[in-house]
């Protein structure tokens, strides 16, 4: 049972790469969000999927993607690297949103810590 | 979704109950209190949720107040492997949202030999 797995787990980027962060989970959970975490501001929700095809913004997406093909598949991708998007990244998702129709917790996965230079 | 309050810090000693106080005074009728961990490098845990009633799970016991006001997460056997930043988060049922979590500074338990 692998849950939410994050790839890589660690990256160094100089400004102005791009990359992508994968996450993939094996529950088959309709939803997935992406938050960043940094030191003294908590998690924030960057971007969120509430199902294949359908995504929306969260409270931090400037300089974001985010697609869903798939159920399983909820990549992150940074265009174009900044320094403040040095963070450490972090994947959840749930069996439905949470807050609608169900009380479902979210699962989280190990996360990938991004360094920009 | 309501504000919650919790101390910074606790310590507790190993093998013993550990007691995580949360205060959500401004809760509301149709909002769940979760509770979730965070070990150092890992992403957030789950840990359990309830409405009104007290629950209890494998990992944790959860008393909610009779007035929902506050309430306190219990580890009945703590050890080493619990020590973590424990966060209550309080998120009503129904509304359309984001899913967003709101974590707020959390509790920082150590768990002492």
């Known amino acids: 049972n692998a849950g939410v797995t994050q790839t890589p787990k660690f990256q160094v980027l100089k400004t102005g790469q791009s990359m992508t962060l994968q996450c993939a989970q094996d529950?088959?959970?309709?939803?997935m969000s992406w938050y960043r975490q940094d030191p003294g501001m908590g998690l924030r929700l960057i971007h969120y999927s509430v199902g294949a095809g359908i995504t929306d913004q969260g409270e931090v997406p400037n300089g974001y993607n985010v697609s869903r093909s798939t159920t399983e598949d909820f990549p992150l991708r940074l265009l174009s690297a900044a320094p403040s998007q040095t963070s450490v990244y972090f994947c959840?998702?749930?069996?439905?949103?949470?807050?609608?129709?169900?009380?479902?917790?979210?699962?989280f996965g190990d996360g990938t810590r991004l360094s920009i230079l | 979704d309501a504000k919650t309050t919790q101390p910074p810090s606790m310590d507790c000693a190993e093998g013993r109950a550990a007691n995580l106080p949360c205060n959500h005074s401004t809760i509301s009728g149709n909002e769940y209190v979760y509770w979730y961990r965070q070990i150092h490098s890992q992403g957030p845990q789950y840990i359990i949720h309830?409405?009104?009633n007290n629950e209890t799970n494998e990992m944790a016991s959860l008393i909610i107040t009779e007035d929902r006001k506050s309430s306190t997460l219990i580890l009945p056997h703590a050890t080493l492997r619990d020590t973590a930043v424990y966060y209550c988060?309080?998120?009503?049922?129904?509304?359309?949202?984001?899913?967003?979590?709101?974590f707020g500074q959390g509790t920082t338990l150590q768990v002492k030999p």
């Open positions: 988060i309080v998120r009503v049922l129904g509304s359309s949202n984001t899913g967003k979590l709101i």
């Open positions: 529950m088959n959970h309709e939803y």
């Open positions: 309830g409405l009104k």
């Open positions: 959840a998702s749930s069996y439905s949103t949470p807050g609608q129709s169900g009380n479902q917790p979210q699962h």
